[in-house]
């Protein structure tokens, strides 16, 4: 996930100086501190200097040999310098670029077919190997902490447990755009927004002040205080009550500071104590503390990296697995300094993911893994495909995450992803696998399929759409997609100025078929070792046509050809075999899920040391036949989680 630098502006409204104040919490994140080097930081470093020797003296013959000409200091094609890079290869800002030229060599995309000098197969296996040690130079760091705001979905449910009003109070507020990262910026539009959403939700929840209270203004507030007791000090045990749930943890006596001035101010305005209460609340529902997910409190000085104190885990897996607010029991065990226990930890992993409110972790990190996060708005050709209507765009949706959710309750193996015999579908889906007769009615419901080239993500019409063009299928788009969604391989972006399908010859392609057209781009050179790889993938789901249903012949009406091979030899001719092959690889299966799967918890991109980290997951998960509910507790009691580098 991308990681925003924090930046936030105050809302032009009659709180903002309230939450000028209240925006102090947000500068809790400290400056790193001296600390003394471990017995165990020496071995890493000895390890990094030894492994930095290595990486240089294998790598830097490579590069002048192969990569300098036109990625040194007098050329930089595609904005990449590798000489400059050799200097401090381990460094973050460096080390993109070394992925890069891993997926380049990788699939012989560089150096291109037509330079004179070519590295041998040995040569590119050493290269690569060595590439692969970079993670080694990275120090033991778990990465920073990232505050960030509750997405509109988060912020909804939270509303709803914290005040029992529907989560749809929200839905005035954009989108966020799938694939961008959590944003943490604040701007005065949103402002509004959050703060007329603040006061419609009181609305809704409080008695009008000429009417008696109500059992949740009770719940809330408490009765109200005697008339001669200190209404200041009713106050604050109100405050510290409602800020406990809303902030998720226990509010600073500097922040309880902040809301009595709120109340004292409704009081100063001949307010009732009541209604001082429902202004504090406000102050509460627009504050950084409730809207973003922030630090409990100062770390110990001194101390470069801590663990996330018992109240930030609580969130951070509350909102990972649920999308709202830790509940009552995950409460209390922040409260009792218990829930960082690994064996707790892994009891409330399972808990949570037994819970339907599990299928959060499909809408904010499935569908954005599988690409199905737009179906809705995806452009299709009417009259091609006039069956793409709203309920088939939800049925397709609904398909991948009832899937989903069926492998992560049943703690199946994440090669079910890919291999399965079954699905989910209702009488609108089920006319795209040709089993209306059997499949009647609205209501989705598990169906054994009987057709093995069908099951898992691959076949499934929702995700065979979505790697289409509006009016004809992508071999291309569909191979990326299973080479970067799927196995976790980086697909180098596609050269300038070569033409689409559309745009070539009408007279050379006029008999050719859909794939034949598609092979033509292996003649150019440049794009011929790319496509050498995932056009065979892409040929393998030919079958299935823009939005899923099975054809044996193309939109040309040409015979579809969907045998291919993969690197290694293995042959294909059916998306059943293709499906085999992919799911034989299990290890890439689980390991780009897994590492997909820690950047979405960790809300930020994946470096460093994070690759030690992901080795020491894998071997774990491999133990236990890569169950999805291991990987998830494995991920959940792993050092990034658990702990975070001070800003």
């Not at 330079?115 to 033991?140: C, H, V, Y």
Request: glycine residues 6%; contains cysteine.
């Amino acid at each position: 996930m991308t990681t925003l630098k924090p930046r936030m502006i105050s809302p032009p409204s009659t709180l903002s100086s309230v939450m000028s104040l209240a925006l102090c919490g947000l500068t809790l994140m400290l400056c790193p501190h001296a600390q003394a080097e471990t017995a165990e930081d020496k071995t890493a470093s000895a390890l990094s200097a030894e492994t930095l020797k290595t990486f240089k003296d294998g790598v830097t013959p490579f590069v002048k040999t192969y990569c300098a000409e036109c990625h040194g200091n007098k050329k930089r094609k595609g904005g990449l310098d590798y000489l400059s890079a050799l200097k401090n290869p381990g460094d973050s800002s460096t080390s993109r670029k070394w992925k890069q030229a891993l997926a380049n060599v990788k699939a012989h995309d560089m150096p291109p077919e037509d330079a004179d000098n070519q590295p041998t197969d040995e040569e590119r296996q050493k290269f690569l190997d060595l590439i692969g040690k970079l993670k080694f130079l990275s120090p033991k760091d778990p990465g920073p902490f990232v505050i960030r705001r509750l997405t509109k979905t988060e912020y909804g449910n939270t509303l709803h447990d914290l005040l029992g009003v529907d989560s749809s109070v929200a839905d005035e507020l954009p989108d966020e755009v799938f694939g961008e990262g959590y944003l943490n910026t604040l701007s005065p539009l949103q402002s509004e927004q959050y703060l007329g959403i603040a006061n419609e939700v009181l609305d809704r929840v409080l008695a009008p002040k000429d009417e008696p209270p109500t059992e949740l203004q009770k719940r809330l507030f408490g009765k109200a205080p005697a008339p001669e007791a200190d209404q200041r000090v009713a106050a604050r045990r109100v405050a510290q009550a409602l800020t406990h749930r809303a902030y998720r943890r226990p509010a600073s006596e500097s922040e309880l500071d902040v809301l009595i001035h709120v109340f004292d101010l409704g009081i100063k305005s001949k307010l009732a104590y009541s209604e001082a209460l429902r202004l504090m609340l406000k102050a509460v529902l627009v504050s950084p503390q409730f809207l973003f997910i922030t630090p409990a409190k100062e770390p110990e000085a001194g101390k470069a990296i801590v663990p996330l104190d018992d109240y930030q885990l609580a969130s951070r897996l509350s909102y990972l697995l649920w999308a709202t607010m830790p509940d009552a029991e995950l409460s209390a065990l922040a409260d009792s300094g218990r829930l960082h226990e690994p064996a707790v930890l892994k009891t409330q992993v399972k808990r949570l993911l037994s819970d339907p409110r599990s299928r959060a972790l499909f809408d904010g990190f499935g569908a954005q893994w599988l690409g199905l996060g737009d179906i809705q708005d995806k452009v299709f050709d009417t009259t091609k495909f006039p069956q793409m209507t709203c309920a088939m765009r939800t049925a397709m949706y609904d398909e991948a995450r009832l899937f989903f959710d069926s492998i992560v309750r049943g703690n199946k193996s994440v090669v079910s992803f890919v291999d399965s015999d079954y699905t989910f579908l209702n009488g609108t889906l089920a006319a795209l696998y040709g089993l209306e007769k059997t499949v009647t009615g609205p209501d989705m419901r598990l169906v054994k399929l009987k057709d093995a080239n069908r099951g898992g993500i691959l076949g499934m019409p929702g995700i065979l759409a979505t790697t289409s063009f509006p009016n004809r299928t992508s071999a291309v788009k569909r191979g990326v997609w299973v080479l970067e969604q799927v196995l976790g391989d980086h697909v180098p972006p596609a050269p300038p100025n070569v033409p689409t399908l559309e745009k070539q010859d009408k007279q050379k392609t006029a008999n050719l078929t859909l794939r034949q057209r598609t092979e033509l781009h292996r003649t150019n050179s440049v794009c011929a070792n790319c496509h050498k790889i995932l056009d065979p993938i892409g040929f393998g789901l030919e079958n299935f046509d823009a939005i899923g249903r099975w054809r044996d012949q193309d939109d040309t009406g040409g015979a579809i050809d969907a045998a291919g091979e993969l690197p290694g030899g293995k042959h294909f001719s059916t998306p059943k075999e293709l499906k085999a092959i992919i799911a034989e690889r299990k290890s890439e299966l689980a390991r780009n899920l897994t590492e997909k799967l820690l950047a979405y918890a960790l809300c930020r991109q994946l470096e460093g040391y994070d690759e030690i980290v992901v080795d020491h997951l894998m071997e774990t998960i491999a133990k236990d036949g890569y169950r999805i509910q291991t990987l998830i507790a494995e991920i959940v009691t792993s050092y990034p989680f658990l702990n975070h580098r001070v800003q």
